[in-house]
């Protein structure tokens, strides 16, 4: 079986693939201390597959080295460490090469593998990203703004009295409390902005692309814009397997 391995500001996602048949998920907090053996200890008991190949995606580079080590004690096999200059299939327009999210470009090559081009793809996590790919199977750029959790964890810490909020979708938009207040002003600003972005991306690459949507706020934001046709939580973990694939041809 082939462990994948995502690693995010937020979270350490593994997946086990059975050929390409996602078999298990499991995900942990991303903290920049935690050691080998830490992960051993949390996952102990709870990944218990027979590994023989394993790949990682990171945007944390001081947490790779504890992975790296604990894939390798764990299940005997030498990881590989996805770069932007991996064999992906599609052309990358993006300046410096070097300087683009490696969960980006991930999530756009399995985008591409799924549901073809032309498309967008957006990343609803500590920050969103949007990528454009054209007809041709080129990622001609995209934008990054701040995420929902991002927004409000920023209130908390850069005011003296108010309250850091669980991102939630109020009833009203019109709220008489500090939380409901904040709630509201994120969730459903965030809304608007998401329309208003991806609209100006459609207009600017003068197409009709297909919209797919990743990460943990994609159910919340596809339900009050109509923007996202497809909602793929999945998206960056397949994306490994079929990278690994597309690298080790059996």
């Not at 790296?68 to 770069?83: A, D, G, N, T």
């Not at 470009?105 to 990203?129: D, H, R």
Request: proline share 4%; glycine share 8%.
């Amino acid at each position: 079986m082939l462990l994948t391995v995502d690693i995010g500001n937020t979270a350490i996602k593994f997946g086990v693939f059975d050929g390409d048949h996602l078999a298990f998920k499991i995900s942990v907090p991303t903290l920049t201390n935690i050691t080998s053996a830490g992960l051993a200890n949390v996952l102990r008991g709870r990944l218990t597959h027979t590994i023989s190949g394993a790949i990682i995606s990171s945007v944390v580079p001081e947490v790779d080295d504890a992975v790296l080590k604990f894939v390798e004690s764990e299940y005997h096999v030498k990881p590989e460490l996805v770069s932007n200059s991996s064999n992906f299939g599609i052309r990358i327009f993006y300046e410096p090469l070097a300087e683009a999210g490696t969960d980006r470009i991930v999530n756009t090559f399995s985008a591409v593998e799924k549901y073809g081009v032309p498309l967008i793809v957006c990343s609803f996590g500590t920050a969103l990203t949007v990528d454009v790919v054209d007809p041709n199977r080129t990622l001609i750029g995209g934008l990054i703004a701040p995420g929902m959790n991002t927004l409000a964890t920023a209130l908390k810490t850069t005011t003296s009295k108010l309250p850091e909020v669980t991102i939630e979708k109020p009833a009203r938009v019109i709220q008489r409390t500090t939380t409901g207040s904040i709630q509201s002003g994120i969730v459903n600003g965030y809304f608007g902005m998401v329309e208003k972005l991806l609209s100006e991306v459609k207009r600017e690459i003068g197409a009709s692309p297909r919209v797919v949507a990743t990460g943990g706020f994609a159910k919340l934001i596809s339900e009050n814009t109509s923007q996202i046709d497809i909602i793929d939580d999945n998206l960056l973990l397949d994306g490994l397997q079929m990278l690994y694939a597309r690298n080790h041809p059996a």
